[in-house]
Structures are given as structure tokens and as C-alpha cells.
């Protein structure tokens, strides 16, 4: 008895014990325990907000947010009866919707209840308008409570122009925030919501309540410059040039000269396979040796010095010429021998351009590289888009300087420009000289609603004199009209523009057995009053077809200049001498006089056009039927034969 006294003492003690920290931890650490189980078993699930669309400048879309849902079915929630009665129409329904027999359904919804599943999968990805439907599906349209429906919605981006510009576009995730995606993120990405939900076996979450906790805000819409039709144009012209030459890469930009709008982008790579997609944003991000097209810039900064004119004569001698122990090479076998400052840049003249800067700036290059970079050559552009490349122009005491560095620098060698980089300059030239910003972005909308528009940022309004401007503009016609361009001349329209053929890799010992090249054309177009300026750069292309950038990349120049004319209205004023049309008033009123004069015979048609003999037919009350074309080669009713009204003569045209 004494051992069971002892065991109810201590059993009564323990229970007080357990009596007693139950009370403490009820009363004491309740809320720390109650956190920590809602912790374990509950969490705010982040709903993520419609992000904004990127429109085309004409209101197509070129990345749109598309809403799926992921549908799942408490199985267990739904009254017996309910279940029983709708199970299989709602079997039937999900069988034509979804696939696999109404069998397939009923099975796995009676054993998802058998197991007590609260959380079945039943569909991923389904669109929106597949959502409406299913709500209305048998014991789904009950809700989620009575009819176990579970609707977990998210957002895709998608293209509806697939690859086209799909570098600048861009995206933002976790791979990284390039393009106008990633630029205008703050904008496009809205405001996230919330929900509620439960933790389930098997570690997976059911949300609490039918409704959001908070709800997400969407994202406002930009509009860029990019013109479709424009793009398609730059596209596919670049595509097609690309797989001719099996071409490593290249870009083309198209922009508006005036404002500085980008009306099109395209960056294409070559897969291991030979194919072609937008592998990276070369245009905004390569820095290379721009080749040729510096010429231009070396010619400006001459003019501008007054060191030259474009009539000063230069010796280029056989096309080879020695200079600091190193030579250079013209691309004509035998030189081009004594020219113009001018005609060099036409025939493109390595050593014509080495020559001139260097007789004239040797003693101090300092002052031809403060010359280019008063014309921002040294200066990124500042784009909103991630990734600008950085220009590289060195000067005297840097790493790069040498003897050779100055006359390299002329032609477009040790330095450094990325393609847009470059077509700014020369849309300043194209534009009287104001250095305008490029533009990728018109406005914010959101709900049809502008918030903000975007204006032409000038960089410079005068890069350099008129006298200068209005010289280049010259010689950069001439390019096409007589010198290394003239393969593109067209008398239906103008352009005007540099080429440009640079050694690339030239550093690998196998240079000379695999020589690898960067064609370019960089220009505007029309000549006089320039609406548009282009570049175009493709990377190492196949030497056995061809390498020059009259060839390689001009074509792709031309292209699009020539699509753009033709696709473009344009209207044309003309100023008329009224001596000039005395002649044709006199005529047209002898005839007007010949077909409203009364006749009383039939006349001999034959030779008439249809057109003048039906209305002189006609006045005379006559009634005309007629077969074949152009002019009367019969007539049923002989000439001179009286006329009766209403009569019917029949022509024959041949």
C-alpha cells in the first residue's frame, strides 16, 4: 500500500507539473508559440503584379505579360452528396478540355478523396479564357470552399514578334535585367499583391481565402520608336547578308536624323549550326576598331584645325608606304599615286589619311585628339539601356601611344567605338551638325492615359563648323556617287555614307592564313535633307566571297534605304509655266469644241481612243456597246451615215 501511496503522490505531482507549464505556456509564451506555428504552417504568398506591355511606335506589341493559371481540387471539401451527383459531368468536362477519357478523371478524383488530398493537381498553363470556362465546370462553379476549386494564377512574358529585336527588348528575371526591359523595369514592373496560404502534407500550400490579402497594381506600358516595318526591313536584309557570307555576326541601326528616335535594331549571331538569332546587343555594347568610318572623324578634326581643305593634295604613291618602320597598304594594287583630301576619303586611302594627320599633327597630337574629343568621340553615349561599350581614344602617355599610334588613328585603327557610337557622329553630320542623343523610349502610358513623354536631348548643337559640315556632306555623296561605294549608286534615290574594311584578330599568329575582317557602311539617306541614318557591321565574314564594305554591308544600307523610299509617300510640289501648257489648253479645247458641237452624221471612228469616241457618240444620242481594247478598229454604223436617236452603234477596239 505504501509503494501505491507513493506512486499517486508522484503521479499527482507530475500532473500538477504538467497542469502548471501548461498554464505558462498558455498564458506566458503563448503569442511566441502561436507566431512560430503560424510560421511553420501559414506565410503571405507573393502575387506578382500584371507587368506593363512594350509597344511598337505604330501600337504594336512587342512584349506583353499573358495571365495562366495553375487549377488544383480539394477533393475532400466537397459534400458526399455534391460529389456524388456532379462527379462525372464534371469528369466529361475536364475529358474534353484537358484530354485523357472522363474514366481517367473520375478514378483520380475519387482517389484523390479516398486520400484525403486537399491540393490535386488537375492543370497547369491553362489560359485565361480556359480559366472562365472551368470556373463554370460541375462542383467547380460551387467555389472553392463547397466546390474545392483552386486557382493560382501567374503572368508570361511573351513576343509576339518572336526574335525580331529580342535583344533590345530585353527582359528582366534572374538571368539578368538587359534591354528596355531591364531599363524601364521600375516602370513596367508594377506593384506587387499578396495572398495567404496553408501549409498541406507533402510540403504544398493551399491558399486560406478565395480573395487576394492585398492586390497586385499593374505596371504602366512604354512606347518606344521602334518602327515594325522598318525593323523587319533592317531584320531580314541583315539575315540574308549574314548567311551568304556565313558571317560570324552583325547589327544594323536605323535612326531618325533629326530626332534621334530608333526606328530599328537588330543584333544577329551564328549558332554552331549556321543559324542566325539575336545573340547579344552588339550595337550598344561591342567596342571595336572602327576601321574606314574614322576617316570621316579625322577629316572633320583637319578642316576644323584649318590644317587642310578638301582640295589639299596628298602622295599615296603605289598604295604601299613606309612610315615609322611599318607599312601600310591601300587596297588598289599600285596606289592611287597624288590626290585630294577629298578624293582619299572617296577612294578610302589608308595612306592618304596616315599622310595628312600626320604631316600636320605629329608635332603635337594633342591637339588633334582634343579636336575629337570636343566632338564627344572619348564619350559614351549615355543610354538608358544596360551595357554601353566604352570608347577607347588614347592620347599621349598612355599605355597605347606610340610613333605609329597617330597615323593608325587616322585610318580607324587603336581605338575604339561601338556601332551606335559611331552613327551618332555621323547623324550629326547628316544633321547640320547637332549631335542628337539616340532614343529608344516615345512615352509611359498606363490605361491609355500618357504620364510622361521623352523629347530629342541634343548632345552638342554644333559639333563642329557649318563651312566643315556642309564640305563632308559633300564628299559623303560623292562616296557613293564615284568612290568605294559607287556599287550602290542609285539615280531613283540618294544616300550618302562611308565604308569600312578593318582587320580584326590581326594579333593571332594565323592571321595571314585565316584573315578575319569587319565590314561597314555608315551613312543617311536621302543626300539632301537627310530623313535617316544607318549602320551596318558584320564580323568576319567569308573571305572567299568577299570582305570590302562596299560589298558585304552596303548592300544591307541600300536595302533598307531603298524598302524605306518605297514604303514612304512622298509628295512633290510642282511650280507649272503656264507658257509651257498654251499648246495643250488650245488642243483640249478644239476637242471639247469637236465633241459638244451637234452633229447630224456618224463620224469615221476608226483610229479614236474608246474614251473620246463614247462621249462624242453619246452627245450625238447615240448609244454605244463595245468589246476588246484600246482603240476603234470598226464600227457597225458607217461614217457619214445619218444619225438616229437611239440608236445603238457597236465598236470594235484592237
Same mark, same amino acid.
Given at each position: 500500500?505504501?509503494?501505491?501511496?507513493?506512486?499517486?503522490?508522484?503521479?499527482?505531482?507530475?500532473?500538477?507539473?504538467?497542469?502548471?507549464?501548461?498554464?505558462?505556456? $498558455?498564458?506566458?509564451?503563448?503569442?511566441?508559440?502561436?507566431?512560430?506555428?503560424?510560421?511553420?504552417?501559414?506565410?503571405?504568398?507573393?502575387?506578382?503584379?500584371?507587368?506593363?506591355?512594350?509597344?511598337?511606335?505604330?501600337?504594336?506589341?512587342?512584349?506583353?505579360?499573358?495571365?495562366?493559371?495553375?487549377?488544383?481540387?480539394?477533393?475532400?471539401?466537397?459534400?458526399?452528396?455534391?460529389?456524388?451527383?456532379?462527379?462525372?459531368?464534371?469528369?466529361?468536362?475536364?475529358?474534353?478540355?484537358?484530354?485523357?477519357?472522363?474514366?481517367?478523371?473520375?478514378?483520380?478524383?475519387?482517389?484523390?478523396?479516398?486520400?484525403?488530398?486537399?491540393?490535386?493537381?488537375?492543370?497547369?498553363?491553362?489560359?485565361?479564357?480556359?480559366? !472562365?470556362?472551368?470556373?463554370?465546370?460541375?462542383?467547380?462553379?460551387?467555389?472553392?470552399?463547397?466546390?474545392?476549386?483552386?486557382?493560382?494564377?501567374?503572368?508570361?512574358?511573351?513576343?509576339?514578334?518572336?526574335?525580331?529585336?529580342?535583344?533590345?527588348?530585353?527582359?528582366?528575371?534572374?538571368?539578368?535585367?538587359?534591354?528596355?526591359?531591364?531599363?524601364?523595369?521600375?516602370?513596367?514592373?508594377?506593384?506587387?499583391?499578396?495572398?495567404?496560404?496553408?501549409?498541406?502534407?507533402?510540403?504544398?500550400?493551399?491558399?486560406?481565402?478565395?480573395?487576394?490579402?492585398?492586390?497586385?497594381?499593374?505596371?504602366?506600358?512604354?512606347?518606344?520608336?521602334?518602327?515594325?516595318?522598318?525593323?523587319?526591313?533592317?531584320?531580314?536584309?541583315?539575315?540574308?547578308?549574314?548567311?551568304?557570307?556565313?558571317?560570324?555576326?552583325?547589327?544594323?541601326?536605323?535612326?531618325?536624323?533629326?530626332?534621334?528616335?530608333?526606328?530599328?535594331?537588330?543584333?544577329?549571331?551564328?549558332?554552331?549550326?549556321?543559324?542566325?538569332?539575336?545573340?547579344?546587343?552588339?550595337?550598344?555594347?561591342?567596342?571595336?576598331?572602327?576601321?574606314?568610318?574614322?576617316?570621316?572623324?579625322?577629316?572633320?578634326?583637319?578642316?576644323?584645325?584649318?590644317?587642310?581643305?578638301?582640295?589639299?593634295?596628298?602622295?599615296?604613291?603605289?598604295?604601299?608606304?613606309?612610315?615609322?618602320?611599318?607599312?601600310?597598304?591601300?587596297?588598289?594594287?599600285?596606289?592611287?599615286?597624288?590626290?585630294?583630301?577629298?578624293?582619299?576619303?572617296?577612294?578610302?586611302?589608308?595612306?592618304?589619311?596616315?599622310?595628312?594627320?600626320?604631316?600636320?599633327?605629329?608635332?603635337?597630337?594633342?591637339?588633334?585628339?582634343?579636336?575629337?574629343?570636343?566632338?564627344?568621340?572619348?564619350?559614351?553615349?549615355?543610354?538608358?539601356?544596360?551595357?554601353?561599350?566604352?570608347?577607347?581614344?588614347?592620347?599621349?602617355?598612355?599605355?597605347? &601611344?606610340?610613333?605609329?599610334?597617330?597615323?593608325?588613328?587616322?585610318?580607324?585603327?587603336?581605338?575604339?567605338?561601338?556601332?551606335? $557610337?559611331?552613327?551618332?557622329?555621323?547623324?550629326?553630320?547628316?544633321?547640320?551638325?547637332?549631335?542628337?542623343?539616340?532614343?529608344?523610349?516615345?512615352?509611359?502610358?498606363?490605361?491609355?492615359?500618357?504620364?510622361?513623354?521623352?523629347?530629342?536631348?541634343?548632345?552638342?548643337?554644333?559639333?563642329?563648323?557649318?563651312?566643315?559640315?556642309?564640305?563632308?556632306?559633300?564628299?559623303?555623296?560623292?562616296?557613293?556617287?564615284?568612290?568605294?561605294?559607287?556599287?550602290?549608286?542609285?539615280?531613283?534615290?540618294?544616300?550618302?555614307?562611308?565604308?569600312?574594311?578593318?582587320?580584326?584578330?590581326?594579333?593571332?599568329?594565323? &592571321?595571314?592564313?585565316?584573315?578575319?575582317?569587319?565590314?561597314?557602311?555608315?551613312?543617311?539617306?536621302?543626300?539632301?535633307?537627310?530623313?535617316?541614318?544607318? !549602320?551596318?557591321?558584320?564580323?568576319?565574314?567569308?573571305?572567299?566571297?568577299?570582305?570590302?564594305?562596299?560589298?558585304?554591308?552596303?548592300?544591307?544600307?541600300?536595302?533598307?534605304?531603298?524598302?524605306?523610299?518605297?514604303?514612304?509617300?512622298?509628295?512633290?510640289?510642282?511650280?507649272?509655266?503656264?507658257?509651257?501648257?498654251?499648246?495643250?489648253?488650245?488642243?483640249?479645247?478644239?476637242?471639247?469644241?469637236?465633241?459638244?458641237?451637234?452633229?447630224?452624221?456618224?463620224?469615221?471612228?476608226?483610229?479614236?481612243?474608246?474614251?473620246?469616241?463614247?462621249?462624242?457618240?453619246?452627245?450625238?444620242?447615240?448609244?454605244?456597246?463595245?468589246?476588246?481594247?484600246?482603240?476603234?478598229?470598226?464600227?457597225?454604223?458607217?461614217?457619214?451615215?445619218?444619225?438616229?436617236?437611239?440608236?445603238?452603234?457597236?465598236?470594235?477596239?484592237?
Amino acid at each position: 500500500m505504501n509503494r501505491l501511496y507513493y506512486l499517486f503522490v508522484l503521479t499527482s505531482l507530475l500532473l500538477v507539473a504538467v497542469l502548471v507549464r501548461l498554464v505558462d505556456i $498558455q498564458f506566458s509564451e503563448g503569442d511566441t508559440y502561436r507566431s512560430l506555428s503560424e510560421q511553420l504552417t501559414l506565410r503571405n504568398d507573393t502575387i506578382f503584379a500584371n507587368r506593363g506591355n512594350i509597344f511598337s511606335a505604330d501600337g504594336s506589341l512587342l512584349a506583353t505579360s499573358i495571365a495562366q493559371y495553375e487549377i488544383r481540387m480539394d477533393a475532400f471539401t466537397v459534400a458526399p452528396e455534391l460529389f456524388q451527383e456532379q462527379l462525372r459531368p464534371l469528369s466529361v468536362e475536364l475529358s474534353a478540355m484537358l484530354g485523357n477519357t472522363p474514366a481517367y478523371w473520375e478514378t483520380k478524383i475519387r482517389r484523390a478523396r479516398k486520400n484525403k488530398n486537399r491540393y490535386l493537381l488537375i492543370a497547369k498553363k491553362i489560359g485565361h479564357n480556359d480559366y !472562365v470556362k472551368m470556373k463554370q465546370f460541375p462542383i467547380f462553379k460551387r467555389g472553392m470552399y463547397r466546390g474545392g476549386f483552386i486557382a493560382e494564377q501567374s503572368t508570361e512574358r511573351a513576343h509576339p514578334l518572336g526574335k525580331v529585336a529580342e535583344r533590345t527588348i530585353g527582359y528582366d528575371n534572374e538571368k539578368g535585367s538587359p534591354g528596355i526591359e531591364g531599363a524601364y523595369k521600375h516602370i513596367l514592373r508594377g506593384k506587387y499583391g499578396w495572398r495567404m496560404k496553408q501549409k498541406m502534407a507533402k510540403n504544398q500550400w493551399k491558399p486560406i481565402n478565395d480573395s487576394n490579402e492585398k492586390e497586385p497594381q499593374d505596371g504602366k506600358d512604354v512606347i518606344t520608336t521602334i518602327d515594325i516595318n522598318i525593323q523587319d526591313i533592317a531584320h531580314h536584309s541583315l539575315l540574308r547578308q549574314l548567311e551568304y557570307y556565313q558571317a560570324d555576326h552583325g547589327c544594323v541601326v536605323v535612326m531618325e536624323t533629326r530626332t534621334g528616335e530608333i526606328k530599328a535594331i537588330a543584333n544577329l549571331g551564328r549558332t554552331p549550326k549556321g543559324k542566325y538569332y539575336e545573340k547579344r546587343n552588339y550595337a550598344v555594347y561591342e567596342s571595336q576598331e572602327p576601321g574606314s568610318a574614322f576617316k570621316l572623324m579625322s577629316l572633320v578634326a583637319a578642316l576644323e584645325a584649318r590644317v587642310i581643305d578638301t582640295g589639299t593634295m596628298v602622295d599615296t604613291g603605289e598604295g604601299r608606304y613606309r612610315m615609322y618602320g611599318r607599312y601600310i597598304h591601300d587596297a588598289k594594287r599600285g596606289g592611287y599615286g597624288e590626290i585630294s583630301a577629298a578624293r582619299a576619303l572617296e577612294l578610302s586611302s589608308n595612306i592618304g589619311f596616315a599622310r595628312l594627320i600626320d604631316s600636320h599633327f605629329s608635332k603635337d597630337p594633342q591637339q588633334f585628339i582634343a579636336l575629337l574629343k570636343k566632338m564627344h568621340i572619348d564619350k559614351k553615349i549615355g543610354l538608358p539601356i544596360l551595357g554601353e561599350g566604352s570608347p577607347e581614344l588614347p592620347a599621349p602617355g598612355d599605355r597605347k &601611344w606610340s610613333k605609329n599610334a597617330l597615323p593608325s588613328m587616322a585610318y580607324g585603327y587603336n581605338l575604339r567605338m561601338t556601332p551606335l $557610337q559611331t552613327l551618332v557622329f555621323y547623324n550629326a553630320i547628316a544633321n547640320g551638325g547637332t549631335m542628337v542623343k539616340p532614343r529608344f523610349v516615345k512615352a509611359i502610358k498606363f490605361r491609355n492615359k500618357t504620364l510622361e513623354t521623352f523629347e530629342r536631348a541634343v548632345i552638342d548643337t554644333l559639333i563642329c563648323s557649318t563651312e566643315t559640315i556642309q564640305k563632308v556632306q559633300e564628299v559623303l555623296q560623292n562616296v557613293v556617287v564615284r568612290g568605294t561605294a559607287k556599287k550602290l549608286y542609285s539615280s531613283d534615290f540618294s544616300m550618302a555614307g562611308k565604308t569600312g574594311t578593318a582587320r580584326t584578330e590581326y594579333w593571332l599568329p594565323d &592571321w595571314d592564313k585565316n584573315r578575319r575582317y569587319v565590314s561597314s557602311f555608315t551613312g543617311y539617306f536621302p543626300a539632301e535633307n537627310p530623313q535617316y541614318s544607318c !549602320v551596318v557591321v558584320i564580323h568576319k565574314p567569308q573571305v572567299q566571297k568577299g570582305y570590302y564594305g562596299a560589298d558585304v554591308s552596303g548592300p544591307v544600307f541600300k536595302d533598307i534605304a531603298q524598302k524605306i523610299y518605297t514604303a514612304r509617300r512622298t509628295i512633290h510640289k510642282v511650280v507649272a509655266d503656264p507658257g509651257l501648257f498654251e499648246p495643250v489648253q488650245a488642243q483640249y479645247e478644239a476637242y471639247n469644241d469637236f465633241i459638244t458641237d451637234p452633229i447630224a452624221a456618224v463620224p469615221n471612228l476608226r483610229g479614236m481612243p474608246l474614251m473620246d469616241a463614247i462621249p462624242l457618240l453619246e452627245n450625238a444620242g447615240l448609244k454605244v456597246r463595245y468589246k476588246g481594247q484600246g482603240k476603234v478598229v470598226r464600227q457597225s454604223i458607217s461614217a457619214g451615215d445619218k444619225i438616229v436617236a437611239g440608236s445603238i452603234i457597236h465598236l470594235t477596239l484592237g
